[in-house]
């Protein structure tokens, strides 16, 4: 069975960190890419971050460039999304999904989503 598992949300002060962890199973990470996305009450799910486990090609929005870091696991098939310097903008419902071959920019040609971590940052 294919299963997207994330952890790690929490309550956290501007300025703050936070690492979400989002646990693959019941398929081959080398075929898909994994991404991140977030939804805010009364806002659409934007995407996050992304990556191509396979060839460590990343994708960042701007909001999140050069304060996120997202990175792979083989080992224990395990996308990692760093958060540093949140904002509490950044305060959302965190999901992971992924899709076959590379990183797309349409969160609706994305599957398996998990079930999502909240993440609050306080000002």
């Known amino acids: 069975e294919v299963q997207l598992v994330e952890s790690g949300g929490g309550l956290v002060h501007a300025g703050g960190s936070l690492r979400l962890s989002c646990a693959a199973s019941?398929?081959?990470?080398?075929?898909?890419?994994v991404g991140w996305f977030r939804q805010a009450p009364g806002k659409e799910r934007e995407e996050v971050s992304c990556i191509h486990p396979s060839d460590g090609h990343t994708y960042y929005t701007d909001s999140v460039k050069g304060r996120f870091t997202i990175s792979s696991d083989p080992a224990k098939n395990t996308i990692t999304l760093q958060m540093n310097s949140m904002k509490p903008d950044d305060t959302a419902v965190y999901y992971c999904a992924r899709r076959l071959g590379r990183c797309s920019d349409n969160k609706n040609e994305y599957r398996s989503w998990g079930q999502g971590t909240q993440v609050i940052v306080s000002s």
């Open positions: 019941g398929f081959n990470l080398d075929d898909y890419a």
